[in-house]
């Protein structure tokens, strides 16, 4: 059980939350909201966000919201919306009933905007946008009073009024704050509240031809909702004092704090809706959910768990700095996952056919094989072996160098839950490939059984010839070729660092005949060759498609921590 009134190892935002409940701030409550923008899948970074306000409200006995961030008027797009709640609950977490949409506040911020222009706090300016800009300033220079500034408050009542009722076009007039032309924060200097913008929204319709702006939508909508701790990336710093100037001049039944944490960023993996759309539309990957998409849609049929996207994500913790981190860390938390779950089997990628001269002609057997090497209580399973197998073309050299302990001509191994087996012949085809090996095998030595334990040096994986099945399997690698490839260099786009070898298809892999029942989505380790999934959407009854979901081993630790140093 973990104390959630000790503020040791807790981050700086849980740190606040506890020293919040112990003064007695918000009467003990907290409520948190994770709010999306449904203009795209969910990728790893929202996975941060997601975690943070769902497992704070968790934690601390709250309550935390869904709410769709619909202030931009778009095309329906019910996929997004769909994929961002199935994301949310396969990430295993719940909103209850509290699934809301900034939308549903519209009458509520709509008020708000009439309480500052009749106090005097916010105006209609009928600048152009471009006039709006200029009159801005720079980072170095104040800005400068529209002329419209000084308006009457009836007049801008009026003018509101009439912009709500439909009687000017985009962009004619704008309602801005009052707040000062030449604060040092640009986001101080008279930020637009609401715009003119005729265009169908997909809940509410045609009931509004003005919509109000990211800021005083979300602002008011957090208080309105009785959000506590209002979490958002870095990116909105600047924007709290605006956040809070709203707030201190209304008078709202709640008010929430906003707290910034630096986003989430993984080496090799891009986190900006746009930069994933882009791929997409450039077909350089097959959609959202496409297997070696960072996007929780992708990392699902990818074969990652929840259970270790989240470990990942915990591990990452929640700062004020920000970072990158190695795609290694995310694969590491996949492989503890897996390995203490996923069952064995044995698959073979790239067949070469073993003939036992010693084996009778048509008789088979049953051999046991663990179903997992340090759990027995996943009990274990029979495989068939007969005169003919398959193993792996790698695992024999016919003229193999001194260290090599898989097949040789003259060499013995075991083969895994069977027998020792010798090479006594090799068969290649006119060009010189090697087609078929010749061996016999040892029946003393099988297995589990007394007498059996004379030792050899390898041990490789194998399937029957006659029973295994073919499948195909994905072997994916990194999308990108540098570890950063949204850091912008020499006018580089992420397209340009793409890994043209990102997805290597195996069309004729052969498996253990009892994957073929399995269900799609289900987990396996190939033995030797790593953790595979059975693709959900590829898939067909009686032909599953695997993806390799991670190696045995991060062959690419190395290789990463060179780039990231380069960086
Ligand atoms: P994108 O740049 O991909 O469009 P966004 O921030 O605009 O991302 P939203 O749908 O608005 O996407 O994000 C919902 C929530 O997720 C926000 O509170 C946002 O701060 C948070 N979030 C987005 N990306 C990250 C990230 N990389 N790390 C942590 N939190 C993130
Ligand atoms: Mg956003």
Redo the contacts with the bound molecule.
């Keep these: 059980m973990t104390d959630t009134h000790d503020t040791v190892g807790k981050d700086f935002i849980r740190q606040i939350i506890i020293a919040d409940n112990a003064s007695g701030k918000h009467d003990g409550n907290v409520v948190t909201r ?4 449904p203009n ?1 899948y969910l ?1 790893i ?2 996975v ?2 997601i975690c943070l306000n769902f497992g704070i409200a968790r934690e601390f006995n709250g309550r935390c919201y869904l709410r769709f ?1 619909d202030t931009n008027p778009v095309k329906e797009d019910q996929d997004f919306v769909d994929s961002i709640m199935a994301d949310v609950r396969w990430l295993g977490f719940d909103w209850e009933d509290r699934l809301t949409h900034a939308s549903d506040y519209f009458d509520g911020i709509y008020d708000c905007a009439i309480k500052l222009i009749e106090d005097g706090k916010a105006y209609v300016d009928s600048l152009s946008a471009e006039q709006i800009r200029e009159y801005r300033g720079t980072l170095t220079e104040p800005g400068k009073n529209s002329p419209h500034r000084e308006r009457s408050i009836d007049m801008n009542l009026d003018l509101f009024r009439r912009m709500r009722a439909g009687e000017f076009a985009d962009g004619v007039h704008v309602l801005r704050a009052k707040i000062d032309m030449a604060a040092a924060n640009m986001n101080l200097r008279d930020p637009a509240l609401y715009r003119i913008r005729k265009v169908n929204h997909q809940r509410t319709g045609d009931a509004w031809g003005i919509y109000p702006m990211y800021d005083f939508a979300h602002t008011v909508s957090d208080a309105l909702e009785g959000i506590t701790h209002s979490l ?2 870095l990116e909105f710093e600047d924007h709290r004092p605006l956040y809070e100037w709203i707030l201190d001049n209304l008078d709202l039944p709640n008010r929430p704090r906003q707290i910034e944490f630096s ?3 993984v080496a090799y993996g891009i ?4 930069k994933l759309a882009a791929l997409i539309e450039d077909g350089l990957v097959s959609g959202w959910d496409d297997p070696r998409m960072p996007t929780v849609a992708g990392m699902r049929r990818r074969g990652y768990t929840s259970q270790s996207i989240r470990n990942f994500v915990c591990n990452a913790g929640v700062t004020k700095k920000d970072k990158l981190i190695e795609m290694g860390a995310l694969e590491n938390c996949v492989r503890e996952d897996l390995n203490e779950n996923a069952p064995r089997v044995m698959a073979v990628l790239n067949p070469l056919k073993v003939v036992f001269l010693n084996y009778p002609e048509g008789g088979t057997e049953l051999l046991a094989a663990a179903n997992h090497p340090n759990r027995p209580e996943l009990g274990s399973r029979d495989i068939p072996f007969g005169r003919e197998i398959f193993i792996e073309h790698d695992d024999f050299m016919a003229d193999p160098p001194r260290k090599f302990f898989r097949l040789r001509p003259e060499g013995e191994v075991r083969l895994r839950y069977g027998y020792i087996i010798k090479c006594v012949d090799v068969i290649s085809d006119e060009a010189g490939n090697i087609t078929e090996v010749h061996c016999t095998y040892d029946p003393d030595t099988k297995s589990g059984r007394p007498g059996a334990e004379r030792k050899v040096k390898g041990t490789i994986h194998w399937v029957s010839a006659s029973e295994s099945v073919a499948v195909k399997v994905r072997l994916f690698d990194r999308m990108f070729t540098v570890a950063n490839p949204d850091a912008n260099r020499d006018g580089k786009t992420v397209t340009d660092f793409i890994n043209p070898n990102s997805l290597d298809v195996v069309n004729e892999a052969r498996v253990e005949p009892a994957l073929v029942g399995m269900e799609p989505g289900a987990h396996v380790q190939f033995e030797r060759l790593g953790y595979f999934v059975i693709d959900a959407k590829d898939s067909k009854p009686g032909h599953p498609v695997f993806n390799r979901v991670v190696t045995l081993r991060d062959s690419w630790a190395k290789i990463e921590k060179a780039q990231l140093a380069e960086i």
């Design positions: 994770f709010p999306p923008e795209g990728h970074g929202h941060m966000s961030d958002c990336t986003r989430l960023n986190t900006s809706k746009r």
